[in-house]
């Protein structure tokens, strides 16, 4: 079982402070690094994908990829109250499946 | 935009009843997947299928079993329904690609109740 941890949480944040979320993963031969967000009661949805070292930015929200020390970071600039969710990290097997991370949980409060 | 569809967005079932969930995906995707998600326990692989009438199985198999007749449908059986498999069901497709894997597309979930 690969394993892939995310910090707990649940994460506070005011309005307007950047969120940070970070994860953890044991396969060494991983290549493919997702951040889904999920809304209570709803399905996953894909943020953001990072395939190479380094960051990657798409708007509000940079993934910051570092593959020896074996790291992922999602950094969510001026939150907002509509970006409280749950956010799930996943990482690919060296057998091309996803595993996820358990989820951390961010509320933004206005 | 990719559409998973699952036929049903909640389901109340009894002990030992067959139960079936069915997903299908219009975006001609190879990969097929069905995952369950229980507090505290994240998203956890049950059964996964990469071509028509291929499986393979995941991290928790046991009492499930799919079907996958035709590339755009992938069915999760439950052969005899218990209350432990009580939980949030979804399905997800990607396309297949080389080292690196693509993003899945999730559906949007059936929550079935065993009772």
């Known amino acids: 079982q690969k394993e892939v941890e995310q910090n707990s949480g649940p994460l506070s944040v005011p309005e307007g402070a950047i969120a940070s979320l970070n994860c953890t993963y044991s396969?060494?031969?991983?290549?493919?690094f997702f951040w889904y967000r999920q809304y209570s009661g709803k399905s996953p949805e894909l943020i953001m994908f990072?395939?190479?070292?380094g960051d990657k930015e798409d708007g509000r929200f940079t993934a910051q990829l570092n593959k020896a020390s074996q790291y992922v970071s999602l950094l969510i600039r001026d939150s907002q109250p509509s970006d409280s969710a749950t956010y799930l990290c996943?990482?690919?097997?060296?057998?091309?499946?996803?595993?996820f991370g358990r989820g951390t949980q961010l509320t933004v409060w206005p | 935009d990719v559409k998973v569809t699952q036929s049903s967005r909640y389901l109340v079932k009894r002990t030992g009843e067959k139960v079936f969930l069915e997903c299908v995906q219009d975006?001609?995707?190879?990969?097929m997947f069905w995952y369950r998600q229980d507090p505290g326990l994240g998203l956890r692989l049950i059964y996964f299928?990469?071509?028509?009438?291929?499986?393979e199985k995941g991290d928790i198999p046991e009492g499930y079993s799919v079907s996958r007749e035709k590339k755009e449908r992938f069915s999760l059986i439950l052969e005899s329904a218990s209350t432990n498999q009580t939980s949030m069901y979804l399905c997800?497709?990607?396309?297949?690609?080389?080292?690196?894997?693509?993003?899945?597309?999730f559906g949007n979930g059936t929550r079935l109740t065993v009772t």
């Open positions: 997800a497709s990607s396309i297949p690609t080389g080292v690196s894997i693509s993003p899945l597309h």
């Open positions: 990072i395939y190479s070292n």
């Open positions: 975006m001609d995707h190879e990969n």
């Open positions: 396969d060494r031969g991983s290549q493919s």
């Open positions: 996943a990482v690919s097997s060296t057998l091309g499946r996803l595993y």
């Open positions: 299928s990469y071509d028509v009438k291929m499986k």
